[in-house]
């Protein structure tokens, strides 16, 4: 399925009110298909064990097109109106899935702790995930992005330090 999360606001202050005036955080989805995708059934979760967390109503996103899902806590799946999941994201750090219909994952973004109206989102020239200093909610990640290092929590090798007789194969693990 060609359709993937594109950039989600956790800490949204002033780039994107819903229809109640709140500043929410926001999830962006992007089908970069050439046909529409009928969302039924598909959910967004920030709980993997909870694909389905919260469940898209009876609509279609159209090709080369965006859908922002308010993730507000406010529960809506109005098919003809705003979308508001029944959670909201911590601006701490947290991954969102998007799954589809048979609760298979399809999508998943890893929020690294955003700093207030910033978002993360995918960066086409990159193909990476990437914090933006000006969200574009509803449209291209083409702004600009802030250049970020990720701290190395735990590099793990899978033998000790020492001599060995011969070739070993060394692999290395490291977790963010």
């Known amino acids: 399925i060609p359709l993937f999360i594109s950039?989600?606001?956790s800490s949204n202050g002033s780039n994107f009110q819903d229809e109640d005036g709140e500043y929410v955080d926001w999830i962006e989805l992007y089908n970069d298909g050439e046909e529409s995708i009928s969302l039924q059934g598909f959910g967004l979760s920030d709980k993997k064990s909870l694909p389905k967390l919260w469940e898209f109503p009876d609509i279609q996103i159209l090709p080369k097109s965006y859908l922002l899902v308010c993730a507000s806590g406010k529960n809506r799946a109005d098919e003809d109106g705003e979308l508001h999941?029944?959670?909201?994201?911590?601006s701490g750090g947290e991954t969102?899935?998007?799954?589809?219909?048979e609760g298979k994952l399809i999508s998943s973004v890893k929020i690294e702790n955003t700093e207030f109206d910033k978002s993360y989102g995918y960066f086409k020239e990159t193909m990476e995930y990437v914090a933006f200093s000006v969200p574009t909610p509803g449209?291209?990640?083409?702004?600009e992005r802030e250049l970020r290092t990720r701290k190395t929590e735990e590099l793990k090798v899978s033998h000790p330090a020492?001599?060995?007789d011969g070739t070993i194969l060394l692999l290395f693990h490291v977790e963010f």
Do not use: C, P, Q
């Not at 999941?85 to 911590?90: A, L």
């Not at 449209?139 to 702004?143: F, L, R, V």
């Open 85 to 90: 999941t029944n959670f909201k994201i911590n």
């Open 139 to 143: 449209k291209e990640n083409n702004g």
């Open 7 to 9: 950039e989600v606001a």
């Open 162 to 164: 020492g001599y060995y």
């Open 96 to 101: 969102i899935y998007l799954s589809d219909m």
